[in-house]
């Protein structure tokens, strides 16, 4: 069952987003504090980020995946920062860094960032790690995976070196079973062509005990958050990207979240893979949502 606390008034109240809600989200936030607090409403638009490596920590494996939305990821790549950070006035870092606590990453471990985009779920998932875990970031973008290495070559802090960025398929992930520690997806999960599979997949190469923490917009059964929901997109998202010259790109969003699966459903589809718990927060005045299943 979704949690989640919404009225009007909170719905408006989470256009304002303040220093102390952000204080709440810091990584070393204990879980019970960040599940507490996965009501609170914060508010607007996010997508996905991350990191990319040196060719020395890069590898290929068989993409499967519509090459249309390949396509799509690819060419937002140079400017996907700079439109998370616009959209969500900063707040996807937030969810990130929720998403992050909930997969229970910890010091040593051996995780996995799916569809990590420009990897910012990643480089969160190395400070959780250190320098004794590693992090393997996968995404089907070999442009998203460039801009993510690019930016980890930035990194200053060491522990960062211990990521190793795969182009590989969500629905045929090139790992053993049982290898992962932690899982998390930012905004992924959506856009892979079969979901079941990719549920699959995850539950395969986790570890038992371990958690998959997966963020992405919200499907609600709530009228005023689906249509708040396309009002932003077509009043907000689209117009902004058309500055960058991709308006028809995002017009996408509508509907992909349309076609998405609601919190319960999303909590069934962990549970008939076989996960033993699943648990779906709505976040982000409930536009966001965040599957919590542990394995």
Known sequence: MAHHVLDCDSL???????????????????????????????HLLPFSTGPCLPSSRFRRSLV??????????????????????????????IWKRMAVSWSGAKKGDSVLDLCCGSGDLAFLLSEKVGSS?????LDFSKEQLS????????????????????????????????????????????NVVDKHKAMQEM?????????VSILDFNKSINPV???????????????VASGFGLAEDYKYLKSSIREFLT???????????????????????????????TR
């Open 147 to 190: 801009v993510a290495s690019s930016r980890q070559k930035l990194m200053s802090k060491a522990f960062h070196t211990n990521i190793e960025w795969v182009e590989g398929d969500a629905i045929d992930l090139p790992f053993s079973d049982g290898h992962f520690d932690a899982i998390t997806m930012g905004y992924g999960l959506r």
């Open 203 to 211: 539950y395969r190469v986790s570890k038992a005990g371990s958690r």
């Open 225 to 239: 958050i689906a249509f708040t929901q396309e009002l932003m997109i077509d009043n907000v998202v689209v117009p």
């Open 263 to 293: 919190g319960k459903e999303l909590e069934e589809l962990a549970l008939d893979v076989g996960f033993s718990n699943a648990r779906y927060y709505e976040i982000g005045g409930s536009l966001m949502g965040n599957l919590v299943a």
């Open 12 to 42: 408006i109240r989470s256009l304002s987003l303040t220093k102390k809600l952000y204080l709440c989200f810091n990584v070393s936030a204990k879980e019970k504090r960040i599940a507490d607090m996965a009501s609170l409403q914060l």
């Open 133 to 137: 875990g590693k992090v393997i970031g």
């Open 64 to 93: 499967r995946s519509s090459t249309k939305r390949q396509a799509l990821f690819n060419r937002i790549a140079p400017v996907y920062d700079n439109l998370n950070d616009l959209l969500s006035l900063g707040q996807h870092r």
